[in-house]
């Protein structure tokens, strides 16, 4: 199972809105509204922001939102703020039963 | 507040082995699946090993598959990962992860596992 595929790196200013993208097949994001996002901070465990293609853990800031068509799936942050430059990471449940689950490459987020 | 504390990583020659252990609290251990995610200096996260929160099912990454060996204590509420032959594309820090309801929602901060000679 590939990985899914992510843009390596996105960037803002502050108060603008960005979105990435996470692109994978019918095996996957496709198949499945078992989409998740995670935001992790250099040194830093991942952190989940976005789980069931567009729900928000509680606590998490509703400057995050999800969404999804076909086989690709994204994330959009409004208003950026400094504290949002991390890494994200999409992750998706897929048909595999040797590979239940598959993550993105990443993709920078800088805010300039 | 949910917890879970990885230890057990380090040094390791090539062909070596180790086993990480993961220390979880504030939760209902037995209830749910759980698994080690890793992720080489520089790169993404890569799934390796899950297991069913009473142990009977688990699975591997074609990567580690024979070499990596997941279990868990219910009653230490411990996941371990038991690894052997280890090589150099090994390298990366191991974070467990809990999944509940297809979302990893709780991640440990990680061990280091570098193999090197």
């Known amino acids: 199972q590939s990985a899914l595929s992510q843009s390596a790196s996105v960037s803002g200013s502050p108060g603008q809105s960005i979105t990435i993208s996470c692109t994978g097949t019918?095996?996957?994001?496709?198949?499945?509204?078992?989409v998740s996002w995670y935001q992790q901070h250099p040194g830093k465990a991942p952190k989940l922001m976005i789980w069931?293609?567009?729900k928000r853990p509680s606590g998490v800031s509703n400057r995050f939102s999800g969404s999804k068509s076909g086989n690709m799936a994204s994330l959009t942050i409004s208003g950026l703020q400094a504290e949002d430059e991390a890494d994200y990471y999409c992750s998706s449940y897929t048909t595999s039963s040797s590979t239940p689950w598959v993550f993105g490459g990443g993709t920078k987020l800088t805010v300039l | 507040e949910v917890q879970l504390v990885e230890s057990g990583g380090g040094l390791v020659q090539p062909g070596g082995s180790l086993r990480l252990s993961c220390a979880a609290s504030g939760f209902t251990f037995s209830s749910d699946w759980m698994y080690w995610v890793r992720q080489a200096p520089g790169k993404g996260l890569v799934w390796v090993s899950r297991i069913k929160s009473d142990g009977t099912i688990t699975n591997y990454a074609d990567s580690v598959k024979g070499r990596f060996t997941i279990s868990r204590d219910n009653a230490k509420n411990t996941l371990y990962l038991q690894m052997n032959s280890l090589r150099a594309e090994d390298t990366a820090v191991y974070y467990c992860?809990?999944?509940?309801?297809?979302?990893?929602?709780?991640w440990g901060q990680g061990t280091l596992v570098t193999v090197s000679s």
């Open positions: 019918s095996s996957d994001v496709g198949g499945f509204n078992y």
């Open positions: 992860a809990r999944n509940r309801d297809f979302k990893f929602d709780y």
């Open positions: 069931d293609v567009t």
